[in-house]
């Protein structure tokens, strides 16, 4: 795939409520196995700008070593972060890893935090590099994963309980019973698979014995 052709890159399913989640659930469709589709997810996400895109495209046709190494760092990332969702609650390591992560890459990314507006009238808050077009690629990331520390969302991150599903998702549930991570397609196959169940023929028993001439 070359690098100006994005529109092959199709994004991952949003269903984490929050944007780190979303980055940790690229695993299960691996949008960092190219260049291309990462960008073409972190723009789909509200990360990237859209007049970034073109400065990123030409700094990585022109050295597609340092896309790669973008690349490698993005799963490193992804993987402290997916350590994070699943067991951050509970094991203080996974919690330590990420925040080593996190603030390995905050530090090394000098630019601009704004806050901007968004058209669907919502605002969020972009993070606008100094110089390396590469830089600050993961800050939208990182934030978001600080966030969830800060303000104590770990006991709400879940895992989707389907049985082949990996999605984790933040529970905004009052009562905290999410279980899926979308109704439309976890969902739904857990309550075919109970259906089918429920209407499954019952076997037959075993033939009384012969009687006795």
């Known amino acids: 795939m070359r690098y100006t052709d994005l529109s092959a890159a199709t994004p991952s399913p949003f269903v984490g409520e929050r ?36 400065g ?11 896309a790669g190494a973008v690349l490698a760092d993005a799963r490193r990332v992804r993987a ?14 996974a919690r330590l890893d990420a925040l080593a992560e996190i603030n390995r890459v905050l530090g090394r990314s000098a630019g601009t935090r ?28 990182v934030d978001s994963a600080a966030d969830s ?25 009052k009562n905290g019973c999410r279980r899926w991570c979308d109704m439309s397609t976890c969902g739904n196959r857990a309550k075919a698979a109970r259906h089918r169940a429920r209407h499954r023929p019952t076997p037959p028993g075993p033939m009384p014995p012969a009687p006795h001439l």
């Open 19 to 54: 944007l780190w989640l979303d980055f940790v659930n690229t695993d299960t469709r691996d949008v960092l196995d190219d260049f291309p589709a990462f960008l073409a997810w972190l723009e789909a996400a509200g990360a990237l700008e859209a007049d970034r895109v073109p």
């Open 56 to 66: 990123i495209v030409r700094r990585a046709e022109q050295q597609p070593a340092g």
């Open 80 to 93: 402290a972060l997916r350590n994070l969702a699943e067991r951050g609650a509970t094991v203080d390591r």
């Open 114 to 141: 704004r806050i901007d507006l968004r058209p669907d009238g919502r605002c969020s808050r972009t993070f606008a590099p100094v110089g390396d077009a590469f830089a600050g690629l993961m800050i939208p990331v």
């Open 149 to 173: 520390l800060v303000t104590g969302e770990l006991t709400r991150i879940r895992r989707c309980v389907g049985a082949r599903c990996m999605r984790v998702f933040y529970d905004a549930t």
